[in-house]
């Protein structure tokens, strides 16, 4: 079974990971894709993820994919799909989607066993994404269906993604200690979490 989860930032991935939400076994492979840190920090992005993940025991791996120059690395594509759980840092959706698209390391994270996506990079896993430059939905890379994912913005582009989106779309907006998982079959919610369609609160 393949399952994906998006947490709506890394203090809902450190609660997840310190209540054993993960299930991850002793010794369990982590690799930490920082492609969409790569303007706000990506060393530090790592770090913060390897100190979470070695506390409880993994063994932890960073591909520091920051751009397009390294997205068909035959290695990193391998790491990938090889790891028990592969996480990716939070920061840029729009420059994690430029990376990804069309690139090896793009076809492993769509692979990948269990997937972790922190914060705003969830959104460009699904085949409608959120611009994070003014709430417009766009296209994403279409790795998960099912799911626009959304974290929190103003009440403004707020409101502006949900009346572009229509009542077609079934948008999750992430608070910061929100989740939502994807089984291959099924999303459902878990904490700070808002499901609409429209400006209808619906449930998934």
């Known amino acids: 079974m393949r399952e994906t989860i998006a947490v709506g930032s890394l203090d809902a991935l450190r609660d997840l990971v310190a ?3 993960l299930n991850l076994a002793i010794g369990s492979d982590v690799v930490v894709v920082a492609t969409a840190a790569a303007f706000t920090g990506a060393e530090r992005a790592v770090l913060a993820l390897a100190t979470l993940f070695e506390a409880r025991s993994a063994t932890v ?3 520091m994919n920051t751009d397009r120059s390294s997205s068909d690395e035959p290695y990193f594509a391998q790491r990938i ?9 939070d920061g840029s ?3 994690a989607k430029s990376v990804w ?3 090896a390391i793009g076809e492993a994270i769509r692979d990948a ?3 972790v996506a922190i914060g705003s990079v969830a959104s460009v896993l699904g085949e409608t994404m959120i611009d994070p430059r003014g709430g417009a939905p766009t296209t994403g890379l279409g790795y998960r269906g099912g799911l626009v994912i959304g974290v929190t913005e103003s009440d403004e582009q ?9 009542r077609t779309a079934t948008f999750a907006l992430l608070g910061p200690r929100g989740l ?3 089984d291959g079959a099924k999303w459902r919610a878990e904490g700070d979490v808002v499901v609409t369609r429209g400006e209808v609160v619906v449930g998934l």
Request: charged share 25%; hydrophobic share 45%.
């Open 101 to 103: 698209r069309g690139s």
């Open 113 to 115: 066993t269990r997937l």
């Open 180 to 182: 939502v998982r994807f």
């Open 81 to 89: 799909r090889g790891a028990d759980l592969v996480v990716l840092a």
């Open 93 to 95: 959706p729009l420059h």
């Open 158 to 166: 707020l409101a502006r993604t949900r009346a572009l989106l229509g």
């Open 61 to 63: 791996e960073a591909l």
């Open 19 to 21: 209540g054993d939400g």
